[in-house]
């Protein structure tokens, strides 16, 4: 986080590559505040929603009405599946989902840090994965303890949510926290201390446990409770059409993420960058799983290769980003052109497996002849996209292993698969790329002055000793663990 947020550009005319919006707007300064009021003059483009907050860096922020000539818009981005209330005067063109990224834009001082992570549940006994019926105690058991609201689907209780956080499940049962939007790493770390604490409470009186690692270590996908989510269901089955390893993807990782906000186009494209020439750092230093279906697998971070043979047309690196003419509307062409997964209506999922968006447009998407996108939908698209950097109105950095809590407090706070460290790089080692990258991480929190730097510490001993986490967890699978896996839930646990 410190290398990347750092990096504050002013407005330039740089900015303004997308040439339609200068004509259409008579200026040739496109500010964020601009920015943001072209992302809600959609081309008398009217949204009307009932919750009137914007999701951002993984929480969500209060937005007022923008009233302009006819459009009356009121514009809700929320985490799949957002509900679909929104009435169009017209189709959505291309200008709108260009202008919807646009509005991310922010001045600095509104800048923030959004923390994801994710860990496996288990049942102590048994180191058996949790099953739905405990996690939906679980949940339950939250809500009433801690005052969360529950997010259903259909009869099923799904998630949580409270204020700007909420807590959701990925397809195997993977418990994800998706934290508010933060100033401080400070307040990051205390969110994730809250959030273990309670979910600990409950899940210890159940004999529940959860695990930090980033890939499962015992259990094969036959082995994984589904969660009775309809995205899943279609995602399940389209998967194995595209890649050999989307299901383990899908039930059997855990990442940590965080979220990153910009102040203009060209702000985003220096992080966007910057972020995606870091990934392979942030993969090797938070290398975290070397076991499958208990046995070493040949990979420090086996979940990292997981994506290179899930659905090459949603996930990997982003070699345009590096090109000259780099901006949102580059990342809407490329957006347009990943298949889609679903679309969401009357509270039901339709199955648009690996159709296209651009019919969707014309409405002519054979799911749903006749009907067109809203920016709901486009926000939902948007989700399932896979890369090592994924841009909303904000910035995911997607490259890390799930771990213990010290290490979550460490991925904001720093901001291959098979060497780690170790790999080559030019004339010397990876690891020594990761002594300059920590070093300016370090410089860059100091900047920030809010005595953020010790948050590194868990990082800087993986960079001194040049070992990752996983080389630590397989020295003690070799030695004291004796080649059993089993040791590793209490080793990792939360």
Request: aromatic content about 10%; overall charge neutral; some cysteine.
């Amino acid at each position: 986080m410190a290398l990347i947020s750092q990096i504050y550009v002013p407005y330039s005319r740089h900015d303004m590559n997308i040439q339609y919006k200068l004509q259409r707007y008579g200026t040739d300064k496109l500010t964020a505040r601009s920015y943001n009021g072209m992302g809600l003059e959609l081309k008398e483009l009217k949204i009307q929603q009932h919750h009137g907050q914007l999701f951002h860096g993984g929480g969500k922020r209060k937005n007022s009405l923008y009233h302009k000539g006819k459009c009356n818009l009121l514009v809700v981005a929320a985490s799949p599946p957002t509900e679909d209330v929104a009435v169009i005067s017209e189709p959505l063109t291309k200008e709108d989902l260009v202008a919807y990224l646009a509005s991310g834009c922010k001045p600095k001082e509104k800048w923030r840090i959004g923390t994801e992570h994710e860990k496996f549940g288990f049942q102590q006994t048994t180191l058996q994965p949790m099953k739905y019926e405990q996690i939906s105690e679980l949940l339950q058991g939250m809500a009433e303890r801690f005052s969360w609201d529950k997010v259903m689907e259909g009869d099923f209780i799904i998630g949580l949510k409270q204020d700007k956080q909420s807590i959701s499940l990925e397809p195997g049962g993977q418990f994800e926290l998706s934290g508010a939007p933060l100033e401080t790493l400070h307040q990051t770390c205390a969110e994730v201390n809250s959030h273990l604490y309670q979910v600990k409470a409950v899940a210890e009186e159940m004999g529940l446990g959860f695990l930090g690692i980033g890939f499962h270590p015992k259990w094969a996908v036959k082995d994984i409770p589904i969660m009775p989510k309809g995205r899943y269901d279609i995602m399940r089955n389209y998967m194995p059409k595209v890649g050999s390893l989307g299901l383990d993807m899908m039930f059997r990782t855990c990442t940590v993420q965080v979220n990153l906000d910009f102040s203009s186009e060209v702000d985003m494209v220096r992080k966007f960058r910057v972020g995606l020439a870091l990934q392979p750092i942030a993969t090797a230093l938070f290398a975290n799983s070397p076991f499958t279906e208990g046995k070493p697998n040949g990979f420090l971070s086996y979940r990292s290769h997981i994506w290179t043979d899930t659905d090459n047309n949603r996930c990997g690196m982003l070699p345009f980003v590096f090109d000259d003419t780099f901006g949102f509307e580059s990342y809407v062409d490329y957006a347009l052109d990943v298949p889609m997964y679903f679309v969401y209506r009357n509270k039901k999922y339709v199955d648009c497996s690996g159709m296209s968006f651009k019919d969707f447009m014309k409405g002519k998407l054979p799911s749903l002849p006749g009907e067109f996108p809203n920016l709901n939908d486009w926000e939902n698209h948007l989700t399932t996209i896979f890369p090592e950097v994924r841009l909303k109105r904000y910035l995911e950095m997607r490259g890390a292993d799930g771990g213990p809590w010290r290490r979550l407090c460490a991925l904001p706070a720093l901001w291959v698969p098979k060497m780690g460290l170790k790999t080559p790089f030019r004339d010397s080692l990876l690891r020594h790329v990761a002594e300059d990258i920590l070093q300016l991480a370090k410089e860059g929190l100091q900047r920030r002055g809010c005595k953020e730097s010790g948050f590194l510490n868990e990082v800087a001993e993986v960079v001194r000793t040049g070992v990752t986490p996983a080389e630590r967890l397989l020295d003690l699978y070799h030695g004291k663990w004796a080649n059993s896996v089993d040791p590793v839930f209490e080793e990792l646990l939360y």
